[in-house]
């Protein structure tokens, strides 16, 4: 008897676990993503994704957040990226901010307090204004003097130099006449780096201005052995097409990839 009394006490149990279960619902939250218009950004191909209306002085106060997270930010590796999705009105503002790639809830919190004054360009669809995303995305590298740069901002940042203002967005960025491949020719592949077989590609921010010429570079990422210099001296020799903001010349900074690679067949 005692037993079919705990077999009974038992089926109860699972019966009535089972029934709070099956009651209990799950919230079903309506897919938000169909009323905006996902308009794709690259970090190389800037022009595509005109959908910024900045004026100098907001870009100027964007800049200063950025300087107040390199200042917080603490990287244990050699950089941090950071990326997020930015959802905007029918009016041009900025409506919702989710982090896509972060590990840092104080820097998020920062950035979208940062964006509450934003101005965004009105997306018009058929005649009409529309709601569209737009994911906003930057790498802050660390050198090895411990500096910290913003490189790949598919945001406008402006980096002051000598009195002087380098943008990192604009309508046309600044292009290296002879393209990549003519600073590659300038490049002299250290003997101590051939020496030891050091291959790798080197990133140097260089600051070009309004008339093309680099006035200022430096490593942003580099593979030592004496290439880190080589490629700055690359950069430097180098007679870049200036920036274009509005269709007049402007003073911007840029990453160049420097590639090292040894010839396999010698």
Known sequence: MKKL???FLALSLLTGTYSCQERSKVELIPNTEKEYTIIKSNPWEREKADVFSFEFEQIKEWSETVKDIQKRLKITGDSEEFEYAIYVNEQGKIDKVKPLVSSNPEIDKLIAEQMSD???VRHIKNGKPH???IDFN???WKNK???MNVINSNFPIIDDYNGEDFITYTDKM???IGGIKGIQEKIVYPAKAKEKGVEGRVYVKALIDKEGN??????IKGIGEGCDESAIEAVKQTKFIPATLKGKPIGAQVAVPILFKLDSKK
Do not use: C, E
Request: charged share 10%; hydrophobic share 55%; net charge positive.
């Open 145 to 147: 003097k411990g500096i």
């Open 138 to 140: 930057f790498t802050i």
């Open 5 to 7: 009394i705990s077999i």
């Open 131 to 133: 709601k569209y995303r």
């Open 118 to 120: 934003w101005q965004m």
């Open 214 to 219: 680099v006035a200022a570079a430096q490593i």
């Open 174 to 176: 600044p292009a290296p």
